[in-house]
């Protein structure tokens, strides 16, 4: 019997992306990390453009902040669907309809079975150094609380490729705070997202650069090129 397995190190963007990446942002809530990526791109700082944003829930702030930046806006609710399968099936007929080349997942509450096609072309930031304070059930302002009641000294946000499993997939960069004895949960988040603002344009960049490389669990920057 031949081994169907797959490589075991291999580049999910094999080669540079020198033209604008196309991204399917994906929310749930304020939609404040797509607006962090609409000013990047404003600012050159990211060579990206928004073909799609899709909504898990129809009147999240981030739509009207989507439709103001006059982006196309489709609401897909999990609830919508017989099930999860059924589910991804429609978001991603409308992500390959918008021809993305990444798939960017902007605080999206709902799970996805992500297809053949799309696996490793689908990022996620989490609120926590992944594997602490991540899982089921742990999203938002959930993380930030758990993380102040166990007393931790350092906290922070992972951006990872997504798989079919909540919190899962290798890891793409991780970025630290230092946590305040007096600091409360409100306060965390708002450090941990100064950082997630920096880490998750960096960790596109970084994709669309053709130098990360999957080495069975773990996401591997290559040393650039001489010359």
């Known amino acids: 019997m031949s081994d169907q397995s797959e490589p075991e190190s291999f580049l999910p963007f094999p080669a540079v992306i020198d033209r604008p990446l196309r991204m399917g942002v ?8 797509l607006l962090n990526f ?11 453009q928004v073909p799609l ?17 006059g982006l196309n806006v489709q609401v897909l609710r999990s609830r919508d669907f017989p ?10 007929t409308a992500l390959r309809a918008a021809d993305v080349d990444l798939v960017v997942l902007a605080g999206f509450l709902s799970l996805l079975q992500i297809p053949q096609d799309f696996r490793w072309r ?8 992944i594997p602490a304070f991540c899982g089921h059930g742990f999203f938002g302002h959930h993380v930030h609380e758990a993380a ?9 946000c992972t951006v990872h490729f997504a798989d079919n499993e909540y919190d899962h997939g290798p890891i793409l960069m991780q970025a630290v705070v230092s946590v305040p004895d007096t600091c409360t949960a409100d306060e965390l988040a708002a450090l941990v997202f100064e950082e997630e603002k920096r880490v998750y344009p960096e960790a596109i960049r970084r994709l669309a650069s053709g130098r ?16």
Not at 53 to 69: F, H, W
Request: with cysteine; glycine share 12%.
């Open 83 to 92: 099930g999860i399968p059924e589910f991804s099936d429609e978001v991603f």
């Open 53 to 69: 944003v899709i909504a898990s829930q129809k009147n999240c702030r981030g739509v009207e902040r989507a439709r103001s930046a």
């Open 148 to 156: 102040i009641r166990r007393g931790v000294k350092f906290s922070g």
């Open 212 to 227: 990360i490389q999957i080495c069975g669990t773990r996401a591997v920057l290559l040393a650039e090129e001489a010359g």
């Open 122 to 129: 689908v990022l996620n930031i989490h609120p926590s150094l």
């Open 26 to 33: 994906l929310i749930s809530g304020g939609g404040t990390t």
């Open 38 to 48: 609409l000013e990047q791109i404003d600012s050159g700082q990211l060579n990206a």
